[in-house]
Structures are given as structure tokens and as C-alpha cells.
């Protein structure tokens, strides 16, 4: 029943910002954490940013310092904001939420930086 929809991904030049967002439809009783996930064409599907419910963060060192995760209740969009943006940030970003026992994936949003 718990479904997780990412939006915000599209076409950004260089050096350039760009906001994606993950919503929840139905509810995970027992939420444990969050992240956000990206594959790139050919390569291995990589955790680029978590958050767990404690508050613990982790960014991956190719974005540390870049990219910020945001989440403000349990309940409310799990958001990551992605600033001075390279083209090897090019790749389908995916959110995962792991909660009940099992873990949760969104169908994907393409982030493209190009100039």
C-alpha cells in the first residue's frame, strides 16, 4: 500500500541547483530511515544521501558539501537539495524508505546536467 513518488528531476547546465523531492502515499508505521539512491548509465546503483530516524546523516563523499538532505516530520516529503551540479551528477535518482520490515523504492526521477 505505501508508495513512494519522487518529482523535481529534469535538465540543469553546470554549476547549477536543483531540488528533488520524495512524498509517501499510505503510511510505514515504524519509519527507520531514508535515502536517496542514484544510477548512472552503466555503473552500480550508489547511496548517495540517508537519514535515519535518530538524525543520523550520510553523504557520499562525492557530494559532501554539495548536496543537503531535508526532512521536517516523519510523515512529510524527504527532500535533497542538489547545488553546484556536475555533469557525472547525471543519473536516475532514486528514494528508498526502509520502515516495517522491509524496504521501500520510488519509481525514479532523471537528473541531467548538461550544457
Known amino acids: 500500500q505505501v508508495q513512494l513518488v519522487e518529482s523535481g528531476g529534469g535538465l540543469v547546465q553546470p554549476g547549477g541547483s536543483l531540488t528533488v523531492s520524495c512524498a509517501a502515499s499510505g503510511s510505514i508505521y515504524n519509519l527507520d530511515g531514508m535515502g536517496w539512491y542514484r544510477q548512472a548509465p552503466g555503473k552500480q546503483r550508489e547511496l548517495v544521501a540517508s537519514?535515519?530516524?535518530?538524525?543520523?546523516?550520510y553523504y557520499a563523499d562525492s557530494v559532501k558539501g554539495r548536496f543537503t538532505l531535508s526532512k521536517d516530520g516523519v510523515r512529510d516529503p524527504l527532500y535533497l537539495q542538489m547545488n553546484n551540479l556536475k555533469p557525472e551528477d547525471t543519473a536516475v535518482y532514486y528514494c528508498k524508505a526502509v520502515g516495517d520490515g522491509r524496504n521501500y523504492w520510488g519509481q525514479g526521477t532523471q537528473v541531467t546536467v548538461s550544457s
Open positions: 537519514l535515519t530516524t535518530k538524525g543520523n546523516r
